[in-house]
């Protein structure tokens, strides 16, 4: 069984920072793609960065140059750096990530950005 565990959302006022982190557990061979979306409410669910086991990203345009994303191998763990946030950003984060060609979600972390 593999779990996908979510830490690092909170409160924080526009213009500030938050690092979301993501670990996953259980018994696997590989992890290839690993990234973070997220859901806004009454909104659809939107893929905002990925990262291959090679360290190769891709952004969605409304976070392009504010997040950051990047993984430890070594610790099956994948991390989300939120800067310049904005209250538009404000949602449930998920990780999400193929393990042995398999998709798994994270159960989320709120992120909430105050004006």
């Known amino acids: 069984q593999v779990q996908l565990v979510e830490s690092g959302g909170g409160l924080v006022q526009a213009g500030g920072s938050l690092r979301l982190s993501c670990a996953a557990s259980?018994?696997?061979?590989?992890?290839?793609?690993m990234g973070w979306s997220r859901q806004a409410p009454g909104k659809q669910r939107e893929q905002v960065a990925r990262?291959?086991?090679?360290?190769?990203?891709n952004y969605a345009d409304s976070v392009k140059d504010r997040f950051t994303i990047s993984r430890d191998n070594a610790r099956n763990a994948v991390f989300l750096d939120l800067n310049s946030l904005k209250p538009e950003d404000t949602a449930v984060y998920y990780c999400?990530?193929?393990?042995?060609?398999?998709?798994?979600w994270g159960q989320g972390t709120q992120v909430t950005v105050s004006s």
């Open positions: 259980g018994t696997f061979f590989s992890i290839t793609l």
């Open positions: 990262i291959t086991s090679g360290g190769s990203t």
């Open positions: 999400n990530a193929v393990v042995d060609t398999r998709f798994y």
